[in-house]
Structures are given as C-alpha cells and as structure tokens.
C-alpha cells in the first residue's frame, strides 16, 4: 500500500515535471504542453492527497500541528488553489508561475522532521482545525495572487504575438484575478485572526498576547487591508498594485517561516 512518505516522494517528482513542462510551454510556445503540465500537477496532487489521508490516519488527526504538517498542507493548498483557477479562468499558462511555489513549499516540508508526536495540550482543542485550515488557504489564495501579480509584471515587457495574446490573459483580467485571490485570502486570514484569539483567550485566558506569530500574522492583515482600501477608496491598480502583492506575499512567507525560524514564542510548536 501507497504510505505517505511514498505518496509525498511521488507528489514532488510530479509536481518538478510540471514545472519543467510548463517552462517547455513558455519557450517552445507550443500550447499543448500546458495540457501535458496540467494533468501531471493534477496527478501531483492526487498523490499528495494521499499522502496526507495517510498522515490523518497514522496520527489519529488532521495533520495541522507541526511545521512539516502545516507545510505540506499548504503546498496542498496551493496546488488546490491553482486547479480551481486554471480551471475557472482557462489561463493555462498560470503554471510556470505557480509550480515553483508549489515545489519550493513540498520541498520544505520534506526538510522537516515527520515525527507524529503527541499534541501538546495547547493544541488539543476544536479550535485547531478552524484556525490552521483558514491559515492554509489564506496563505494559499495570498500565493496564487502574487503569482498572477508576477505574471502582471512579466506580461507588459512581453511583445504582443499570437501566443502572448491567445494565452496570457491582458493586464486587466490579471488585475482582477490578482484582485478576487487577496480578497479571498484576506477574508480568511481575518477568520485566522479572529479564531486565533478566541482559542488563545481559552487556552491562555487572554485574546492577544502580541506574540511574534500574532504581531506578524496582524503585520500581514494590515499590508492587505491597505490593499483593499486603496484599491476601493482610491481605485488603486495595475502594476503599483502589483508589485504591492508581491511585497504582501513576502509578509506572509516571512510570518509563516520566518517567524518560526528566527524568532520565539507561544507559537514556537509550530
């Protein structure tokens, strides 16, 4: 039977064979690669589903509570995040951007140790699955929309021939696309925030203690609220918009490792 360090081995191999045919894509301009890239990140996927019902059943748990598990199952969730887009706004050549993410993240989890330990009491609550599960697709929606926010960038320096036109989508579709992610991703990182609080008022018998997880997780939130108001209030967009979410994913990779690798805190388990 397939186990999960096999699933996880498989999902990897999968998801760099994505990538290079999606790069196949963009040199060769040959668009039936993107069908090739497609299936292969979507098989990628399927193994590391796999992988992690296999984790939930060794561990008795979902597997939200270390940072191997919350690795892997961001990576799941971008792979996720990247099917529902491809397939809602046709743009096939969205991959090449957002496969590298995806390999960088399953490839960090990889690195990390895959021990089930016990849950620390802290961690035994309703509350994890709630909190961690609007944490991945948060960070999930926040890195299709700065890969959509790269390809803004990319695109205006792209000469305008048939295969630029046919399948990159204009500026304006990616500013929209880019615009729907961080919308999406800002309203679950609130959830986050807020199931955050109630669980540590619980745990702690206080609702925010500005731990660096905290402090950081509320930096980020406050870099995308800015986001959105501008873009509403002041109808902020295009490629100050763009680069913006960049700089606002670079945030969130910085909350999520950064803080875990430089900094200590109540949220040091993770």
């Known amino acids: ?9 498989i999902a990897i191999i999968l998801y760099v064979l994505a990538m290079f045919i999606y790069i196949m894509l963009f040199t060769s301009k040959k668009i039936r690669y993107s069908k090739y890239g497609s299936w292969l990140l979507r098989f990628g996927f399927v193994f590391h589903t796999i992988a992690i019902l296999n984790r939930t059943v060794e561990a008795g748990r979902l597997p939200l509570a270390s940072q191997y598990e919350f690795a892997t199952s961001f990576a799941w969730a971008i792979s996720l995040s990247f099917i529902v887009y491809e397939w809602k706004y046709k743009f096939k050549t969205l991959g090449i951007f957002v496969t590298p993410f995806i390999l960088a993240v399953t490839v960090y989890a990889a690195l990390q140790s895959a021990e089930i330990k016990p849950l620390m009491p802290v961690l035994q ?18 890195a299709i929309a700065c890969a959509v926010s790269v390809v803004y960038i990319i695109r205006e320096k792209l000469k305008d021939d048939e295969f630029t036109l046919r399948h990159l989508p204009q500026q304006e579709a990616l500013d929209q696309m880019a615009y729907k992610a961080i919308s999406f991703g800002f309203f679950m990182l609130t959830l986050v925030i807020v199931t955050g609080a109630i669980w540590a008022e619980r745990a702690w018998g206080r609702y925010w203690r500005w731990d660096p997880k905290e402090t950081w997780s509320f930096i980020t939130w406050i870099i995308y609220a800015i986001y959105l108001h501008v873009r509403l209030n002041k109808g902020w967009k295009n490629k100050k918009a763009a680069l913006y979410s960049v700089i606002g994913f670079a945030a969130v990779i910085f909350t999520y490792i950064g803080v875990n690798t430089l900094l200590s805190g109540f949220h040091s388990y993770l």
């Open 1 to 9: 039977m397939l186990g999960e360090k096999e699933g996880l081995i």
């Open 125 to 142: 609550s309703e509350w994890l699955f709630f909190h961690v599960s609007t944490a991945i697709f948060s960070y999930g929606s926040f």
